[in-house]
């Protein structure tokens, strides 16, 4: 159980259990919460949030996901390998499944591997009924949204200061730093893709 939390920081007691029953351990869920009790185990606190500012015209409950594929969301995060160079990766998401459809890790992501991306999990996956994103100058290019406007589905641009429209792939963001950059090093980008498809297929599984 220690080497468990000591893998995944970000887990509690309830997501350790399932992890020891994968591993083929018959315990009782009570029985890891003792132990994780008497042990004075506990999840690392977040840092604290930003206040909310800001409004946005595309919200959460008016352009709510109604079903499997009918929303999805995507964003950028920033990291860096252990040399110091720059690492994008670009997350796409299902809004109703929370499902990662897509994790891309690049030196730079252009609007047209953007285009790449989505376009390649939309040959699987099928068009969804809106793609919401932030409104940063990376995703807003002119490129995404004549593509995205040609083919069907609708754009839901967040407004400046209302990031908690994107909640979804914020938290997403979260859980990957916290339980992957919190106990790996990216040494090339080579290590970095592997390691995050392999996080991304375990999150799921």
């Given at each position: 159980?220690?080497?468990?939390?000591?893998?995944?920081?970000?887990?509690?007691?309830?997501?350790?259990?399932?992890?020891?029953?994968?591993?083929?351990?018959?315990?009782?869920?009570?029985?890891?919460?003792?132990?994780?009790?008497?042990?004075?185990?506990?999840?690392?606190?977040?840092?604290?949030?930003?206040?909310?500012?800001?409004?946005?015209?595309?919200?959460?409950?008016?352009?709510?996901?109604?079903?499997?594929?009918?929303?999805?969301?995507?964003?950028?995060?920033?990291?860096?390998?252990?040399?110091?160079?720059?690492?994008k990766?670009?997350?796409?998401?299902?809004?109703?499944?929370?499902?990662?459809?897509?994790?891309?890790?690049?030196?730079?992501?252009?609007?047209?591997?953007?285009?790449?991306?989505?376009?390649?999990?939309?040959?699987?996956?099928?068009?969804?009924?809106?793609?919401?994103?932030?409104?940063?100058?990376?995703i807003?290019?002119?490129?995404?949204?004549?593509?995205?406007?040609?083919?069907?589905p609708?754009?839901?641009?967040?407004?400046?200061?209302?990031?908690?429209?994107?909640?979804?792939?914020?938290?997403?963001h979260?859980?990957?730093?916290?339980?992957?950059?919190?106990?790996?090093?990216?040494?090339?980008?080579?290590?970095?893709?592997?390691?995050?498809?392999?996080?991304?297929?375990?999150?799921?599984?």
């Open positions: 159980m220690c080497e468990l939390a000591a893998k995944h920081p970000r887990c509690g007691y309830r997501r350790i259990h399932k992890l020891l029953l994968r591993s083929g351990w018959r315990v009782n869920h009570k029985r890891v919460q003792r132990l994780w009790c008497r042990e004075g185990m506990r999840v690392a606190k977040r840092g604290r949030r930003q206040a909310r500012i800001g409004d946005s015209g595309n919200p959460c409950t008016r352009r709510r996901a109604e079903a499997k594929g009918h929303v999805w969301t995507y964003d950028f995060l920033s990291e860096r390998t252990e040399d110091g160079h720059r690492l990766i670009l997350a796409v998401l299902d809004k109703s499944t929370r499902e990662c459809l897509c994790l891309l890790v690049a030196r730079s992501i252009t609007a047209e591997d953007v285009v790449g991306i989505l376009a390649a999990v939309m040959v699987g996956r099928g068009l969804p009924g809106h793609i919401r994103s932030d409104s940063g100058p990376e807003v290019a002119t490129a995404i949204r004549d593509w995205l406007q040609g083919i069907g609708g754009t839901l641009f967040i407004d400046p200061g209302a990031l908690w429209e994107s909640a979804c792939v914020k938290s997403f979260s859980r990957l730093r916290d339980e992957l950059r919190g106990s790996e090093l990216f040494t090339s980008l080579v290590e970095a893709r592997y390691l995050v498809e392999h996080w991304r297929v375990e999150y799921h599984t």
